[in-house]
DNA sequence: ATTTATTATGTAAAAAGTACACATTTCGGA
DNA sequence: TCCGAAATGTGTACTTTTTACATAATAAAT
């Protein structure tokens, strides 16, 4: 986090010269703000997204994504990760701002402005509870329509991720911590939409050198069973910038 | 524009329905937000940024963003090309929304959420009109400390410009209707913070064939001039999707 | 005419990406 | 226990992209 002028003590005048920033700030246009959360998962081969019955009446029958208000004095990070939270009771998960959306009549309450998180999570994973039956695990290809703008939310969102993933080494967030990499490529496949070739797709992760192989084998699947790996998120940490050049 | 909801006329219950929902959303609390604009421009070989003197009495001497609050119903990108239309008296430029920064203590005089938008813009041109004397283009790589946390939104749209230039020929609307292959060089060799081998950068712009050359060299230079070329922009629009692979 | 600075250009080597086939292992049922 | 089905695991040739590198030509300034 970059210093700012913050960190300083304020000087003698400063008490005045705030109430008058407060002033001209007082006199700006306030508008309520929301997070929305596009929480992935992966299941049986398909990207999945999680969704709640929309709580407006007007909207019943309709999913939406799972948001929730901005705080007074709450940053958007905490937002949203209270969100997850509170719907998942997961801690420790992918999250990452996509953008905000402004629509003044995106609400039919009035106007609200929505700034949109992309989270990924392990849907296996043992502390995920999905909390009221409200609460459902959708494929995100049979997703039609949704509550809100929350359609159009999605979609940037996917396609956010769809870009992302290219870029950075997110998938394993949304596997169990040991996967074959059957798993990991049909993952890919499901995100980015595109089959592709098994040998190459594998040499390219070899060439990365981010799977520790585990030493263990596939169980209870129906024919010969694969290596399991892990991600190696210590070194990927440590080899972060060289992945993109800047760390973006 | 994806559809949504609000393009179908109204049903029989929604006004109360809509009334629920608004005492819903009016319990939330509101915030001022303001937009604030990195807007980007290069000149002698270097990235240059336009800031303001800060309009708050406590940061006086300190440099600031443009921005300007969000008004009543309008939506963020609109408000960013307000003030860019305001502060320089130019349309058509381009514009990207970066991202939210939310830090509860970012404004002195009380919480405001600004949404960072990225602007490139030709400090040339014949439009550009800075108004008031209170705006400077300054260097970037001069630019220390300004107010607000402006700084690390400056640091996040350099950045998120260094990374958007390296898949989208964005530079282009930094330069003059025409240039030549020197000037593009230095424009990414400034905003990359790298040197570049020249017959491999032309080799690269050769193969996108996105150049064209309008037949005339450049003038006043004190040494051989080169020739000059504009930026095909109608072909670019035409295969932007073949540039990325998603238009995203 | 000479010097200086810059334009313009090609080729070879390395790296990365793509296309493609076959033997091996396990499961499960006959 | 044998066989078929289904998936794993692996290598090589080809193409494309990226990188490294040097020399001749042009215009300006003196």
Redesign the interface.
């Known amino acids: 986090?970059?210093k700012?002028?913050?960190d300083k003590p304020l000087e003698k005048?400063?008490t005045s010269?705030?109430k008058?920033?407060?002033k001209?700030?007082?006199s700006?246009?306030?508008?309520?703000?929301?997070v929305d959360c596009v929480i992935f998962g992966f299941e049986e081969s398909e990207l999945k997204v999680l969704l709640i019955r929309s709580d407006?009446?007007?909207?019943k029958g309709l999913w939406s994504l799972l948001g929730d208000?901005?705080?007074?004095?709450?940053?958007?990070?905490h937002a949203a990760y209270r969100v997850l939270k509170e719907r998942t009771g997961m801690n420790d998960v992918y999250l990452d701002?996509v953008?905000?959306f402004?629509?003044?009549?995106?609400?039919?309450?009035?106007?609200?402005?929505t700034?949109a998180y992309c989270s990924l999570l392990n849907i296996q994973h043992h502390e995920l509870k999905i909390y009221k039956n409200e609460l459902h695990w959708h494929s995100f290809s049979s997703i039609k329509?949704l509550?809100?703008?929350h359609?159009?939310i999605l979609?940037a969102c996917y396609?956010?991720l769809?870009?992302r993933i290219q870029e950075h080494p997110l998938g394993f967030n949304l596997l169990p911590d040991k996967f074959s990499l059957r798993e990991l490529q049909n993952l890919y496949e499901a995100i980015l939409g595109v089959s592709l070739d098994r040998r190459n797709f594998r040499k390219k992760f070899a060439s990365m050198d981010l799977l520790i192989d585990v030493g263990e084998m596939e169980e209870d699947v129906p024919h010969r069973p694969g290596k399991l790996y892990k991600f190696n998120f210590e070194k990927y940490e440590k080899n972060k910038r060289k992945w993109?050049g800047?760390d973006?």
Request: charged letters at 25%; proline letters at 6%; hydrophobic letters at 40%.
């Open positions: 986090m970059t700012n002028v913050f005048s400063t010269l705030i008058d920033a407060g001209l700030v007082a700006y246009p306030k508008v309520p703000i929301t407006l009446e007007m909207y208000n901005v705080k007074n004095n709450e940053e958007l990070d701002q953008r905000a402004s629509h003044p009549q995106r609400h039919p309450a009035g106007r609200v402005i700034v329509g509550a809100f703008d359609k159009e979609d396609k956010w769809q870009k993109i800047i973006f």
